[in-house]
């Protein structure tokens, strides 16, 4: 490799809670650099989910991280080519990848639900992960049955 790894950016934690996540989680909800509409947009889906979730002891933001934790892969399957076949070896992943899958992942599938405004299917989203159902739920389940499916190839690791 000639250039050097370039430097990890830093990421500012967000103006309400003080969390990084939370702004990271922000920037890949963001479209078109409206970075205020996309805060504006999560505020109201946690504010959302706080006032369905009352009877709850944990806060809106802590349902939020439950759901996330919810949706994160461990271990993902890498196409790997051995003898002119091309195998799905399983992976474990790495914590910033598994992070990015996961918020990408509940972000793909807060849009494709059927609602009005997008802090409201984020919401649906965020309590569907938190009660262990919804789409990115289901996709970890499948990354996960496509990995055991392809276990026997676990060696070609590299």
Known sequence: MRKSKPKKRVILPDP???????????????????????????YDAIDTVGQKMKDNDLSPLEIWKKALENVTPMVEVKS??????????PMEIRQDRKLSISIKHMILFARKRAGRSMSEKLAAEIQAAFNEEGGAVKRKEEIHRMADANRAFAHFRF
């Open 16 to 42: 309400k809670f003080n969390d990084v996540l939370v702004t990271r989680f922000v920037n890949d909800m963001m479209v078109h650099g409206k970075k205020t509409t996309a805060y504006n947009v999560f």
């Open 80 to 89: 790997r080519r051995v003898g002119g076949a091309t195998f799905q070896v």
